[in-house]
């Protein structure tokens, strides 16, 4: 994880990077600003590794002013619940025509720690680094929605380079309930697959195992189902399940311990205003 000193780097670098977009227009500086805080317990496992179903209990915060906004987790869609989904991270969200949207953002990225696991002893660890995103989506039909996002390392930690794309669909069961419903896939250069997925010769070679190399291609389907429930002006209780499905080149490597995973998660949140 990164340090406190470098998350503030990352605000200030995303700040100066949207501003100059909008300099000429002031008026979003008399925008109230929205936050949320909240909390979910989250139970899930990863592909890389073997460790047993986790479950943690995972804060959740949001604040925006005008175009700008900092968030985690899922808090960035539920401070404006029933509306499109939004970046999280450090970002900027802007409207380009009336059915698309298109954001930019800085993320964390926590890398990957094997810790003491025996079984991957000798293999490096992935570093935290930061990821910037440019992220846009459209609506179509009543309930349609495409989106797609491409990523990068931003601090140069052999990180590379991420496309995704997904199609969802919002089930309204009521103005204050519905369901997001969503597929999507990631694909990955070379550069990032490799160092999430493969073993060098020169690791090889120092742990005895065999090289593993991989080339630019997809890493995963996804499918999920969102439900969220506006309770009030200030209450939303959310909960859903997301499913992995690795493929391709990573779904054949040695660090891959799930070639199908999940995450189950429930939560509830407060939004106001300052």
């Not at 700008?68 to 380009?96: C, H, N, P, W, Y």
């Not at 964390?108 to 930061?130: E, I, K, M």
């Amino acid at each position: 994880m990164l340090s406190t000193k470098h998350q503030w780097v990352a605000a200030l670098v995303a700040g100066s990077v949207v501003t100059p977009l909008w300099a000429a227009d002031r008026d979003w500086l008399t925008i109230e600003g929205d936050y949320l805080i909240g909390a979910s317990v989250v139970s899930g496992n990863g592909h890389v590794g073997d460790a047993p179903v986790s479950r943690d209990f995972k804060p959740m915060w949001a604040f925006q002013l005008g175009p700008f906004r900092v968030s985690r987790s899922r808090a960035a869609s539920l401070m404006q619940a029933g509306r499109e989904k939004l970046e999280t991270g450090v970002s900027a969200d802007f409207g380009i025509f009336e059915d698309w949207r298109a954001s930019v953002s800085l993320r964390v990225d926590n890398g990957r720690d094997f810790g003491d696991d025996p079984r991957y002893a000798g293999l490096p660890d992935v570093r935290s680094t930061l990821r910037w995103r440019v992220s846009t989506g459209f609506s179509f039909g009543d309930n349609w929605s495409w989106s797609s996002s491409y990523d990068r390392d931003f601090l140069g930690r052999n990180g590379g380079s991420r496309l995704s794309a997904g199609l969802n669909y919002r089930y309204p069961i009521n103005e204050m309930r519905y369901w997001d419903l969503g597929v999507g896939t990631t694909w990955g250069d070379r550069t990032y697959l490799q160092t999430t997925y493969g073993i060098t010769p020169q690791t090889a070679a120092a742990t005895g195992r065999a090289p593993y190399r991989l080339g630019s291609g997809l890493e995963n389907l996804r499918l999920g189902a969102q439900y969220t429930h506006v309770l009030s002006d200030h209450w939303v209780l959310f909960g859903g399940l997301d499913l992995s499905r690795m493929v391709s080149a990573p779904a054949g490597s040695p660090l891959v311990g799930r070639k199908t995973t999940h995450t189950l998660s429930a939560g509830i949140a407060f939004r106001g205003k300052r």
